[in-house]
């Protein structure tokens, strides 16, 4: 099995998702899965025109040049792709929605009614990778995802296949904590779950409803994040200003 992740965070490596993705993919690889993270960050992936030359010149085929050329093959051969981002203003970060609307070429023109009565554009290909979602954001609780959660299951939708997984980390600047001697026990049982997670979703395609429950848990008590946030704020800033 062949999972690959898109990883839009801006930080590049340096970020809180990739954190969660290394995870999901040691479990993933325990369990036998060949996987890849690529980096949007690190990639030349200019805009969609919004012209639908991949639909009408060249059929199948973006008119732009750049490393989407070597990203869409690798896309399609995927059996899981996992789309990996923080939450930015409510939403996915710019780099993320670039790169989805570059999946255009994957898709026909030609309209069609779903099996629910709604329309999408129909199936170029016959198979499409399933989609996984992992999402950290740095504000506490669940709410935060209330715009990707529906919008990645619509996404599966539009694109033939199905969301079989969604991973969404509430308070995700604690993982800038791991060297602290209170928080790395915390953040190493999360890690663990992580990792349950990629291995349940080579072997069952799916994550168990313990597993879901269990990932959605505070890692710290909101108001706890909340005190030590706002004091790490406080001497970030100072420090900045004392330099
Ligand atoms: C421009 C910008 C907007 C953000 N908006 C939100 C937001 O709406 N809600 C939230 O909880 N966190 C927000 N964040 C915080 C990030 O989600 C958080 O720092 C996350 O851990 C970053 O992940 P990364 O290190 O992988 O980039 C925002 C960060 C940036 C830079």
């Given at each position: 099995?062949?999972?690959?992740?898109?990883?839009?965070?801006?930080?590049?490596?340096?970020?809180?998702?990739?954190?969660?993705?290394?995870?999901?993919?040691?479990?993933?690889?325990?369990?036998?899965?060949?996987?890849?993270?690529?980096?949007?960050?690190?990639?030349?992936?200019?805009?969609c025109r919004g012209k639908f030359e991949c639909w009408i010149k060249t059929p199948g085929r973006c008119t732009i040049r750049d490393d989407m050329d070597e990203l869409l093959p690798r896309f399609m051969a995927s059996?899981?792709?996992?789309?990996?981002?923080?939450?930015?203003f409510d939403n996915i970060p710019s780099k993320m929605k670039n790169f989805i609307e570059r999946l255009a070429p994957v898709l026909l023109p030609q309209f069609e009614e779903d099996e629910t009565g709604e329309y999408?554009?129909?199936?170029?290909?016959?198979?499409?990778?399933?989609?996984?979602?992992?999402?950290?954001?740095?504000?506490?609780?669940?709410?935060?995802?209330?715009?990707?959660?529906?919008?990645?299951?619509?996404?599966?939708?539009?694109?033939?296949?199905?969301?079989?997984?969604?991973?969404?980390?509430?308070?995700?600047?604690?993982?800038?904590?791991?060297?602290?001697?209170?928080?790395?026990?915390?953040?190493?049982?999360?890690?663990?779950?992580?990792?349950?997670?990629?291995?349940?979703?080579?072997?069952?395609?799916?994550?168990?409803?313990?597993?879901?429950?269990?990932?959605?848990?505070?890692?710290?008590?909101?108001?706890?994040?909340?005190?030590?946030?706002?004091?790490?704020?406080?001497?970030?800033?100072?420090?900045?200003?004392?330099?």
């Amino acid at each position: 099995m062949k999972i690959t992740v898109f990883s839009g965070s801006h930080k590049g490596r340096e970020g809180n998702t990739i954190l969660m993705v290394e995870e999901f993919l040691k479990g993933a690889e325990e369990a036998g899965a060949e996987t890849e993270n690529i980096i949007l960050a690190e990639k030349d992936i200019k805009s969609c025109r919004g012209k639908f030359e991949c639909w009408i010149k060249t059929p199948g085929r973006c008119t732009i040049r750049d490393d989407m050329d070597e990203l869409l093959p690798r896309f399609m051969a995927s059996d899981i792709v996992v789309f990996a981002c923080p939450v930015y203003f409510d939403n996915i970060p710019s780099k993320m929605k670039n790169f989805i609307e570059r999946l255009a070429p994957v898709l026909l023109p030609q309209f069609e009614e779903d099996e629910t009565g709604e329309y999408r554009h129909a199936k170029r290909y016959e198979k499409y990778p399933k989609f996984v979602v992992i999402s950290n954001a740095g504000l506490p609780g669940q709410t935060n995802f209330e715009v990707e959660r529906p919008f990645f299951r619509r996404l599966a939708r539009t694109f033939h296949t199905e969301l079989i997984a969604e991973i969404y980390r509430g308070e995700g600047e604690v993982f800038r904590g791991q060297k602290n001697i209170m928080l790395k026990p915390l953040i190493g049982k999360y890690k663990k779950l992580l990792r349950s997670a990629g291995k349940e979703i080579v072997e069952n395609q799916a994550l168990s409803e313990k597993t879901i429950k269990d990932l959605e848990k505070p890692i710290v008590p909101p108001s706890l994040y909340i005190k030590f946030g706002n004091e790490e704020w406080d001497r970030l800033i100072k420090e900045c200003q004392n330099e």
